[in-house]
C-alpha cells in the first residue's frame, strides 16, 4: 500500500502485529465502538480504505474488527466514506440487534481473532 494508513482495531494479534508498522488506534470495545471510532475519523476527512464489514463473518458473530482508513484527513468528509460506515453501522446494529452474539469459548475467540487478522492483513497485500 502506497498510502499513508491508520488501523484501527479492537484485535490484539492486528494491533501487536501493525504497531511498529503504523499508527494504530487500539479500540477497548465491542465491533460497534470500533465502527462509531472509525466512523468520528471519517467525519473529520479520513478516507476508507477498506470495507467496514468486509469477509462473511457477521458483526453479531465475531467480537473483533479491524478497520483500515487513511493517515491523511483533508478536513473535508468524503461522503464515499461515510455512506460505507453509516450504512454499515446500521447492518451491524440490527444484526446485533436481532441475534445477539454468543459467549464463545476462548478457543472460537481466538480462531476469531485470527479471521479477522488474516482477512486485513490480505487486504494490505493486494
Keep these: ?66 478497520v483500515i482508513i487513511s493517515e491523511y484527513s483533508n478536513n473535508t468528509p468524503d461522503l464515499q466514506s461515510i455512506m460505507y460506515i453509516e450504512n454499515s453501522i446500521e447492518v451491524a446494529q440490527n444484526l446485533i440487534k436481532n441475534k445477539p452474539q454468543r459467549n464463545w469459548p476462548q478457543s472460537v475467540l481466538k480462531d476469531f481473532a485470527i479471521i479477522d487478522f488474516d482477512l486485513i492483513t490480505n487486504a494490505l497485500n493486494k
Design 1 to 66: 500500500m502506497i498510502e499513508k494508513i491508520i488501523v484501527i482495531t479492537n484485535n490484539n494479534i492486528s494491533y501487536d502485529y501493525f504497531k511498529n508498522k503504523y499508527k494504530v488506534v487500539f479500540v477497548e470495545g465491542s465491533i460497534m465502538d470500533v465502527l462509531i471510532r472509525v466512523r468520528d475519523y471519517i467525519h473529520k476527512g479520513h478516507r476508507l480504505l477498506t470495507h467496514p464489514l468486509m469477509g462473511s463473518v457477521k458483526p453479531n458473530e465475531t467480537p473483533y474488527k479491524t
